[in-house]
């Protein structure tokens, strides 16, 4: 924190007391204590990890709103909120290091501080002040690290799977399939672990590695 000046921060609070927080940035007070003193190394909590948590902060006040204990106003602001995280914004509010307490408290604060300070800057009201979306009582609402920072992990890796894996794979099969045709014509030494063995045509091989990844 030495590098900022008295003017360039603001003060936040939480159940420990005062925290300085520079000035422009949306985290709050636990991502702050966090920051200063669990920052080892240089391993970032994994950006997919901002997007799974914000689909789950999204689907958590949807419920919550349905549920009759988030009113319109906080409802709205926290998905218009979380919208902006799913398109890649302010995904430079998350400093965190992956080197954390076990169940990812410290993340899913930092991503309720993140939402309730954007919530803040949209509704005209101060950064810190938790007015009118409160970091623990509104978009924390009925969840706990325990249960939600798991939960973002098995969103994050079926979206990689679906959007990354699956397109990767398919890329692999068809490199093989277009190889199988190119080499089917050609004859390799056939070969078992210690010694050669009868020749063998390459195309078949290809053919059976990509019936693998299919």
Not at 49 to 55: F, G, N, R, V
Not at 192 to 203: E, I, L, P, V, Y
Request: proline fraction near 3%.
């Amino acid at each position: 924190m030495n590098e900022y000046h008295a003017k360039d921060v603001r003060t936040e609070t939480d159940s420990l007391g005062e925290v300085t927080v520079p000035a422009d940035r949306l985290w709050g007070a636990q991502t702050q204590r966090s920051l200063e003193h669990f920052s080892i190394g240089k391993d970032l909590m994994p950006r997919e990890m901002i997007t799974a948590y914000a689909t789950l902060k999204k689907a958590a006040a949807i419920a919550n709103h349905v549920g009759n204990r988030l009113d319109d106003q906080r409802f709205q602001l926290i998905i218009r909120a979380c919208d902006e995280l799913l398109t890649g914004q302010h995904h430079d509010m998350f400093p965190l290091h992956v080197w954390m307490t076990g169940s990812g408290t410290q993340f899913n604060m930092n991503v309720n501080e993140v939402i309730s300070n954007r919530c803040c800057q949209l509704a005209g009201t101060e950064l810190g002040s938790k007015t009118p979306v409160h970091p623990n009582d509104h978009v924390n609402m009925s969840q706990s690290s325990n249960d939600s920072f798991p939960s973002a992990m098995n969103i994050a890796a079926a979206v990689g799977v679906k959007h990354r894996l699956i397109l990767a794979v398919s890329a692999l099969r068809d490199a093989i399939a277009a190889k199988a045709r190119e080499w089917h014509d050609i004859v390799k030494i056939g070969r078992t672990h210690m010694q050669g063995r009868h020749a063998d045509h390459a195309g078949p091989g290809m053919v059976r590695l990509c019936r693998h990844a299919e």
